[in-house]
């Protein structure tokens, strides 16, 4: 018996506005409000790069520029979210928040390939840095629109689940910090010691690999169906609480955009009836639901204790020219 149950059309959506829906509006709010913060920032800083020619400025502003273009790919993801499934995308579009990641950590890359150069190219051309005072003001408006818009984006991220946005908002952070050590490249500079702008700018070219590493292992474990292995945890133990169930054979977990998809095999007794099996399995669904708040939907294999899990569902007999036994779901 396989029962398949999706959260917005269940009783525990309590009459409000789709979940799906909901948490794909905050999504796309926190993308606009991202976008004008750190296009107002970079632009800022690209007129005081313009004055003053301080190369570790100009790294941190292609940090920065590059920052706000990630909100362009994950604003196509939020949009495309929305759009109902067909039968051609049977499962919705929100895989695409996941492309958008990789769009993301390809535009991490890209600005660190950039602010690398110009660090190494000005390290053996030395310049005159002018107008430091303004180099400082830069650095401290680069930290301070970073920081916001950083805090922002990881809290929505993590109340609507999405791991693109919540990576997006780690880059902010760090992009605040390597602002920061623009400032001690303005000081060096101010001390007499002129390589202190391009070593910075080499100094925030390493910040902006390490986000290239930590976001990239984000994304691509989402792309690969990775899961936090607490999650499948979390659903054994609200599965294994179900009065009625005997054991949790297999559970498998994968992430579309910011809504999760689980199929357990659950075990009952084999003297059950159907109705009976079927309002156990009411009832697992009503826990999950209740225990993993982006859970949005459930299929729940219903087995008798005796032959439960996916082994058992191997027709014996049907063997295809070599090809793995099919699975009945």
């Known amino acids: 018996m396989i029962l ?3 959260h917005n059309v269940h009783e525990h959506t309590h009459g409000v506005v789709d979940p799906l829906l909901l948490t794909t509006q905050r999504g796309i709010w926190a993308i606009k409000l991202s976008f004008l913060v750190l296009l107002g920032t970079a632009l800022f800083q690209t007129v005081i790069f313009l004055l003053s020619g301080s190369v570790a400025l100009l790294a941190d502003t292609i940090h920065n520029l590059g920052d706000a273009a990630t909100t362009i790919p994950l604003w196509i993801a939020f949009r495309l979210a929305r759009w109902k499934p067909t039968n051609r995308f049977t499962y919705g579009y929100g895989r695409v928040e996941d492309l958008a990641g990789v769009a993301i950590v390809s535009i991490i890359l890209l600005s660190s390939v950039i602010a690398g ?3 190494i190219h000005r390290l053996s051309n ?7 005072w303004a180099v400082i003001v830069a650095s401290v408006i680069g930290f301070l629109g970073n920081e916001a818009v950083a805090g922002f984006r990881i809290k929505i991220g993590k109340e609507i689940g999405s791991a693109a946005l919540i990576a997006d908002g780690y880059h902010a952070r760090i992009d605040g910090l390597t602002s920061l050590a623009v400032l001690f490249g303005a000081g060096g500079v101010w001390l007499g010691y002129p390589l202190a702008d391009p070593i910075i700018g080499l100094v925030i070219t390493a910040a902006i690999l390490r986000i290239l590493w930590e976001s990239g292992k984000a994304v691509f474990t989402r792309l690969l169906d990775g899961v936090d292995p607490e999650v499948i945890e979390e659903i054994k133990h609200a599965v294994n609480n179900t009065p009625g169930v005997e ?3 297999q559970t498998r977990v994968r992430w579309l955009g910011h ?3 689980a199929e357990v095999n659950i075990a009952v007794t084999p003297e059950l009836s159907v109705e009976r099996g079927h309002e156990i399995a009411i009832e697992v669904e009503h826990q999950l639901l209740h225990s993993l708040r ?3 939907n459930a299929t729940i294999h219903v087995d008798p204790a005796n032959a439960s899990g ?7 007999e049907h063997e295809r020219d070599g090809l793995p036994h099919n699975f009945h779901k």
Not at 126 to 132: G, Q
Not at 310 to 316: A, D, G, M, S
């Open 126 to 132: 030395p310049r005159t840095v002018e107008y430091l």
């Open 259 to 261: 809504q999760l998809h």
């Open 247 to 249: 054991d949790v054979t």
């Open 117 to 119: 150069y110009e660090s």
């Open 294 to 296: 982006y859970l949005s």
């Open 4 to 6: 398949n149950y999706q």
């Open 310 to 316: 996916e082994e058992h569902h191997h027709p014996n």
